[in-house]
């Protein structure tokens, strides 16, 4: 997937010769967790900084898309969907809006009708976005089409159009191809960052990093209070918005030196900082919000206390929410997991946590 050349343009991106057939695809596509987030974009889902994650493991979107030529309305996206085996109609416009935009990418859209079914590994209403996982296996199914059509496409360009369309989905779904670390958006201090679609970080990257545990405490299994899109809107006149970019790009730099080193103190220090620079931003808004609940600020003294007691190197990262990622290395996980068993689990609605970790990347099934 780095193996190639920046694309230069989107227009690569568009198939074509592509003949009706009938058949059918399945993916299964992670989560991811950005250590520098994605925060503030412009035109057609371009991120104004360069972001940065760990892809996920078991909080899994399994989509299935199966398709059979169509003969009338061929000016139309035509398909039905399920989620979890029940008919969704709340999920239908967000699906429409998604395939006609990347139909100019995939014009064979509109000669299919397709039967979308999908499930998420991990309970809707927890207050895990879904959207990088359940965009991006939407989007590798799609590629998929075209791939039965054209077997030799190569897995780089397949990864990479897979990036792009899911991109185009939610920006943070261009992050759950492959793992164990994507990026996503154009920087100096990586050459082959692009702003159209996700890339494999094939730096150094220390084994610490490659089985990191992600351990997800549900402090609030409600909806988002800010949708990321009004959040990325927030930061269109944010009076900060221009040193935060700024300071994305630096952060990005100095996280791949510390990804290549396994530095313990740095990685803490900037993932930390990231998060809690995420939340001053949308504090700092305006309208503002506070995305925290108290036992979110509860569970974050809890842990600077268990890294001055025990000098384990527990940190956390957040999303645009109140739950907690928990990060630590595999090796300390045994006395971790006995420590949000039985002093974390207490702040989390009705005790949920998830365990994750860095995973492989999407699989198709
Ligand atoms: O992909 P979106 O539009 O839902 O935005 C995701 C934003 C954050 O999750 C807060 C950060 C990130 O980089 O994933």
Redesign the pocket.
Known sequence: MVSLPCMSSAKEFISSGFSPIEGKTTWASPS???LV???G?YGKQFPQNP?L?FTLSKCVSTTRVAFKPKEKNQDKVSFSFLFEGKKEIAFHPKIESFLKRIALYCPYLFEHDLEISSSNSFPHSSGI?S??SSMSALALAIVSMERIVNPTMSLDYFNQKASFLARLG????A?SIVGPIMTWGETTSLVYSSQTYGTQLSEKIHPVFKTFQDTILIIDKGQKKVS??L??QLMENHPYAATRFAKAHAHFASLLAILSTGEMDDFIALVELEALT?HALMMASNPYFVLMQPNTLAVLNKIWAFRQDTGLPLSFTL??GANVHLLYPEENKAVILDFIKTELSTYCQDGQYIEDQVGAGAKML
């Open positions: 991811n967790i950005a987030k994605y925060w974009k972001s994650s976005a959207s990088a939610s920006g943070s779904a992050r990321s899109t959040g990325h995420l999303d645009a």
